[in-house]
Nanobody, 117 residues
Framework: QVQLVESGGGLVQPGGSLRLSCAAL????????MGWYRQAPGKERELVAT???????NYADSVKGRFAISRDNTKNTVYLQMNRLKPEDTAVYYC???????????WGQGTLVTVSS
């Protein structure tokens, strides 16, 4: 079993920045993928950015050039630096963890990001 502990999120003005963190606790496979997904009101959950344990990133087109994902494998922690935030980035952001190239097996509780003036 893996528990995901998220931190970060909150209210920010358009053009601002936020950083999300997610730590994985428990029995961690050495080969895995961690990342962030988001769900806005009335919409389906979508991929934001993920990174494999080998350091390969994957971004949604809507965040390329604005968001940066990184991870520290020694801490089983993934980070999402979000810059130049837009109102359409408003959503609940979920951390996901699991095998490579598939839907995450484990999810965090979600953290709300609100971009508004």
């Amino acid at each position: 079993q893996v528990q995901l502990v998220e931190s970060g999120g909150g209210l920010v003005q358009p053009g601002g920045s936020l950083r999300l963190s997610c730590a994985a606790l428990g029995r961690i496979s050495s080969i895995n993928a961690m990342g962030w997904y988001r769900q806005a009101p009335g919409k389906e959950r979508e991929l934001v950015a993920t990174m494999t344990s080998g350091g390969m990133p994957n971004y949604a087109d809507s965040v390329k050039g604005r968001f940066a994902i990184s991870r520290d494998n020694t801490k089983n922690t993934v980070y999402l630096q979000m810059n130049r935030l837009k109102p359409e980035d408003t959503a609940v952001y979920y951390c996901g963890f699991g095998p490579l190239y598939t839907v995450p097996e484990f999810w965090g509780q979600g953290t709300l990001v609100t971009v508004s003036s």
